[in-house]
Structures are given as C-alpha cells and as structure tokens.
C-alpha cells in the first residue's frame, strides 16, 4: 500500500495550477479537433433516438433514461466492440435499464433501428 504522506505529495505537485494550465493548454487543439469531430455524430444519435421515442409514446420525463441508454450503447461503439462482444454488453445494458423500469420493448428497438446492433448470434 502507498504511503498517503507520498500520495498527497503526488497529488498536489499534479493539482499545481500552473502546471495544469501549462498541460490543458498543450492539450487544447487535439482536444478540440476530437470535440468537433465527435459531437455532430453524437448529437445524430441522440436525434435519432428522440425521433423513436417520440413515435413510441414514451414521456417526455423518461426521456434523459434512454438517452443514457443510446449514449452507453453509442460508447461501446466508439470504444470499438463490435460483434457478439457488442451484442452481450448490450444484452448487459438491456438488462440494467430494464431493472431500472425502462422498456425492453423499447430499449431493443433503440438497439435495433438507431444503432443496427444485432442480437446475440448462436
């Protein structure tokens, strides 16, 4: 186990604001080139999903829940799983948000018609 007496120092020479302006600021124009690249297919996604959920019925005050579905599912892709690895984590996610009240109904339909993820295969 670490010292906290040499984790604290670690910390604090981390935390100098200096130096995490100096970091952010090298940090900044990749950082931005990401943002600027990723938030228009993010902003799709969600799009998408609103479209469904608006044709589903669903109340506007579950909304922000499956959202946080189709963001998890749409961050698994750009994480790069893909296959049946892709279909078990969402099978995964399914599970949880369905214990969480939310409808597999539609939980499977955000999977299948925004995000074309197909089931687990045999």
Do not use: C, H
């Amino acid at each position: 186990m670490s010292n906290p007496v040499k984790r604290l120092a670690k910390w604090t020479a981390k935390t100098v604001p200096e130096r995490v302006k100096t970091v952010l600021e090298e940090l900044r124009p990749n950082m931005l080139a990401n943002a600027q690249a990723t938030f228009p297919a993010l902003a799709d996604m969600e799009s998408q999903t609103r479209q469904l959920l608006d044709g589903e019925g669903i109340a506007l005050i579950q909304y922000p829940f499956y959202l946080n579905f189709a963001r998890e599912l749409w961050s698994l892709q750009r994480r790069g799983f893909s296959g049946n690895s892709l279909a078990r984590e969402v099978d995964i996610l399914i599970a949880k948000w369905t214990g969480r009240g939310l409808s597999p109904a539609i939980l499977e339909a955000i999977r299948s018609q925004v995000f074309t993820i197909a089931p687990v295969g045999p």
